[in-house]
């Protein structure tokens, strides 16, 4: 082995571990029988279980969150109704305004104010002409 490998080896940090065995009907059943008289039920056998180990050690973790987005839920729904109707009021006010738009600035109604020897005064940016 060469001895950059092994001192990857010796001086990196330990990979955690990650098991992938699950503890299902079958294996407590294999177990119980293989094992007769050490276990006396199968709730022991789950309890002691590696699987059954992780899950009440992340517990805590998955309640703290599950009540931090409840809370984050209850907020968006006290204040989100009235910014949504805020919002719909707005955009219907847009609409509305675009249509009148769309109306004053046909040719035909423009035509009427655009003749000869009529003033007209343009604004833009406070700079008027």
């Known amino acids: 082995m060469e ?3 092994l001192k990857d080896i010796v001086l990196s940090k330990p990979a955690p571990l990650v098991s992938t065995f699950r503890l299902n ?3 407590i059943l294999n177990l119980m029988s293989c094992v ?3 276990f006396t ?3 022991h056998v789950i309890k002691n279980s590696f699987h059954q180990f992780r899950y009440e050690k992340v517990l805590p973790d998955i309640g703290e969150k599950v009540a931090k987005l409840e809370q984050e839920a209850f907020v968006l729904d006290t204040s989100g109704e009235a910014k949504v109707a805020e919002y719909q009021k707005i955009r219907l006010d847009i609409a509305q305004l675009e249509k009148m738009m769309s109306e004053i600035t046909k040719l035909e109604k423009i035509l009427y104010f655009l003749v000869p020897g ?3 005064e343009n604004r833009y940016n406070a700079c008027g002409w």
Do not use: C, F, H, I
């Open 3 to 5: 001895m950059n490998t």
């Open 25 to 27: 009907y079958y294996s």
């Open 36 to 38: 007769e008289g050490q």
């Open 41 to 43: 039920t199968a709730e």
């Open 118 to 120: 009529r003033l007209d």
